[in-house]
């Protein structure tokens, strides 16, 4: 029988954590959604905060429209809460596999992985936060981190150019392949092309002569091949916005790379636009490219047996009790790797249920969805 290293690690790490912890009990938690670290917040002396005004001088709210929201409310009366906080980065970053366990008298242990991936065009202050029994208020927390550094090599170079036009309301950040494979930088400055050329079309309602079409000139600076797109977007805008009534329209967009290692790399395409009406909308796709040969790589061949795996995913990532059809079908934008070497399916706004339930998303493990996996999936898996 074939076992990937993948999940012949993650037998050792049971195996080690069995061994070494067997007494050790598991404490269950809450995972808190939608806050933010204070930027003047002072220091913590320890990851577990037992009070609401000790809470507050450190998070902040960080709700958003639509179902989920809301961050999550913390009762300090009957929990205390273990807070994860990174430095701030520019680097993509993942925080699973977080355990607590009881590992002594009074003391708890937290351990988490964090997964370091490719850097990009902004930095955050990644963060886990957990509510926890307040029984726990007293006990002191040993900390245990296992950090992986997910981007193993960069075989291109990258300029990350920014471009901001105040008049039309444009702002768009875009990672661009500057040297390196030939066939890669080719593929990838098309890709790109690509997606710049859908962004355009989102403000075109017109006849099809005045389609944006994905023409690249794959030799150009990333200057002069963002400023031709962005070009294209703001005489677009100024068709629609004479129909507008006074609304402007506008768009924030970024196109990043999120995730390389020896044999692919990944970009994903994410951002915001408005073109009138009640609400403006959001998108996120991505591709994964094969670093030898420049082409974008299918990872997965989805069936009903993957679909009914995605639905309940979806399910508990999103928050969402019911889809507008299940089993969710297989989302539109092609699944592509993204930090940890995590698969990565996202559903488009509408495209499995209401506007108001957002871009429902979740990351899976190739070990996890081995037998729907293509040939290249499968590399992946074992790299």
């Given amino acids: 029988m074939k076992i990937t290293k993948t999940l012949v690690a993650a037998f050792m790490m049971l195996a080690t954590t069995m061994t070494v912890n067997a007494a050790d009990k598991l404490v269950n938690f809450t995972v808190l959604r939608n806050y933010f670290h ?4 002072p220091a913590l002396s320890s990851p577990l905060i037992t009070s609401k005004k000790a809470f507050d001088e450190q ?24 807070a994860i906080v990174l430095p701030e980065t520019n680097k993509d970053i993942d925080i699973d596999s ?14 988490y992985t964090v997964h370091e991936g490719a850097e990009r065009s902004y930095y955050t202050k990644p963060l886990q936060l957990m509510a926890i029994s307040k029984k726990y208020k007293s006990y002191k927390v040993k900390v245990v981190p296992t950090v992986r550094h997910d981007v193993s090599t960069s075989t291109s170079s990258y300029d990350t150019y920014f471009y901001n036009d105040s ?4 702002k768009l950040s875009v990672d661009y392949p500057t040297a390196g494979n030939k066939a890669l ?4 400055r098309t890709w790109l092309g690509e997606r710049l050329g859908v962004m355009a079309k989102s403000f075109d309602f017109s ?3 005045n389609e944006v079409k994905a023409d690249v000139n794959t030799n150009a600076k990333a200057s002069a091949f963002v400023q031709d797109y962005a070009a294209k977007i703001a005489s677009n805008m100024d068709r629609l916005n004479k129909g507008n009534g006074g609304n402007r329209c506008a768009l924030t967009a970024s196109v990043n790379r999120v995730w390389e290692n020896d044999r692919f790399v990944s970009y994903e395409a994410t951002g915001y636009f408005y073109t009138g009406g009640a609400h403006g909308q959001s998108f996120c796709d991505g591709a994964t490219f094969d670093k030898q040969t420049g082409k974008q790589v299918l990872l997965v061949k989805g069936d009903a047996a993957l679909q009914k795996m995605l639905t309940e995913r979806l399910k ?13 079908p297989m989302p539109q934008a092609a699944p592509y790797a993204v930090a940890g070497g995590k698969i990565k399916f996202v559903y488009q706004p509408s495209e499995i249920g209401a506007y108001a339930i957002g871009m429902p998303e979740c990351e899976i493990y190739p070990y996890e969805l081995e037998k729907w996996l293509t040939k290249d999936g499968k590399v992946l898996m074992n790299e």
């Fill in 316 to 328: 508990k990532t999103s928050g969402v009790e019911h889809f507008m059809e299940e089993p969710v």
């Fill in 59 to 82: 998070f902040g709210e960080a709700a958003f429209m639509g179902k989920n929201g809301q961050p999550t409310p913390v009762n300090f009366s009957k929990n205390a809460v273990l």
């Fill in 98 to 111: 977080v355990k607590v366990t009881e590992s002594g008298k009074n003391e708890l242990t937290l351990a």
């Fill in 167 to 170: 008049k039309h309301n444009v």
């Fill in 207 to 209: 006849d099809a002569k």
């Fill in 38 to 41: 204070n930027n003047n917040a």
């Fill in 185 to 188: 930088v080719a593929g990838v």
